[in-house]
């Protein structure tokens, strides 16, 4: 399969079937052509203050000049950044990578017992830290590497009056940063002020260079950091511009990051492509306050917008989403889990515009398949392989499968990450002899190219003997007008070995799981019946609004 390369035939016109990979020698010289050619626009925004190309080549200098300078930091040593969507994302993320660095991405919402572990095994030394969420690292930073802390408040890069007033609010009015303690931390905006102005030393980054470790299986047991290199990184951004670049307007496009950057979909997708193209990246700090996110979008001319199905969702829920004015709108990108077909069909007809399903692991940098832009209608297909990547279908034994057969998706690439982090045992179980790295999805391939997920591999539930997969189940029922959002999992079932149980959130409170069971009863065979219904007021959800199956997996039954 392989080497017939069937989806070729269905790309797009102007897609071609190889990208330039050494176009750019690193992010760092995508960046520098970026902010040369498109100096005077604004590249990133923020509770209404800009920053343009040539702010941000400046800043990001600075904090680098400070890594270097003042930390003495050495090419390959690791900085961690623990922030929501503000501006100083980029700036660090910018600066660390200037600096010849690597980025360690940390999510704020992190426990203590989760960021310990993430500090510990990257080996981090310095981290920059969102004042909300200093308090994590002030109770375990004395048992990690780290030796300098940076904080940062909202408002830092706001400018005057708006930044000290969204501070004091924030402290004082909202109570909403925690007392820590943290004897030697300094300010984001101190570090700037010492990184000076003075020119950037040349550093020899190479594109085999690792530019982010990036933190993923999380919810399924340690998590591991995927070594991803400027050449991952610089190869997945020039092949999803290949792919969208006929419908780019340079210099132009407004793109919607609710996503957050510390997640490889939203840096790849949202900060890397289209910097590349000169847009400008609208940072939603909180897109969890869905009220707040649709009054943000009715003040935006915007042009593209990335998420995930319950983004989505949440969206099309949400009262004034539909007065929007969508007329610039051109690209919803949808990834990160599946995009559902209610979802996708909703989307369409509120807001005229096709949402777009890719797929991607971490481990792919993360784009591996898109579904071309010009698609008429939601097909339920993750898409083609994009330019220069291989995709085949195995068995268990490692055998590839025949055209039509379910078997697991394998991905080759130079996109695919170099491995985990100091974990060659873990690579050894996901990258083949062979260069496959194997994502734990099945999935089948049709006549055209087209991939279609049917489900994760642990997520597979196995009713006296038959494969259900909840994708299909959860289709189903978000497709019933009293459902807001539905997640199927297998529980042990002493008669059939696994039973399918359903957990939904009601948007009709009449809603009643006789209803729930007899509406599946009309769409899917016996097996595949839901044996329990819970109804509950929110589905346990990962930081990207991802939902844990695992822990509803391990939640008690409920008999309807």
Known sequence: MSNERPWLASYPENVPDEINVDEYPSIVSVLSKACERYNSRPAFANYGKSLTYAEVDRLSAQFANYLLNELKLKKGDRVALMMPNVLQYPIAIFGVLRAGLTVVNTNPMYTGRELKHQLVDSGATVIVVMEMFAHTVADVVADTPIKQVITTCIGDLLGFPKGPIVNFMLKYVKKMIPDYRLPGAISFRRALALGGDKPLPQIDIRAGDIAFLQYTGGTTGVAKGAML??????????????????????????????LPLYHIFALTSNCLVFMKFGGLNLLITNPRDMPGFVKELATSKFTAITGVNTLFNGLLNTPGFDKIDFSTLHLALGGGMAVQRAVAERWKKVTGVTLVEAYGLTETSPAACMNPLDLADYNGAIGLPIPSTDCCLKDEEGRIMPLGDVGELCVKGPQVMLGYWQRPEETAKVIDAEGWLHTGDMAKMDANGFFFIVDRKKDMILVSGFNVYPNEIEDVIATMPGVLEVAAVGVPDEKSGEAVKVVIVKKDPALTAEQVKAFCRENLTGYKLPKFVEFRTELPKSNVGKILRRELRDSPKTTA
Not at 239 to 253: L, T
């Open 229 to 258: 290199t400027h050449r991952n990184l610089v190869a997945n951004m020039q092949q999803a511009s290949a792919w969208i670049g006929k419908d780019v307007r340079e210099g132009e496009e407004i793109m919607i990051t609710a």
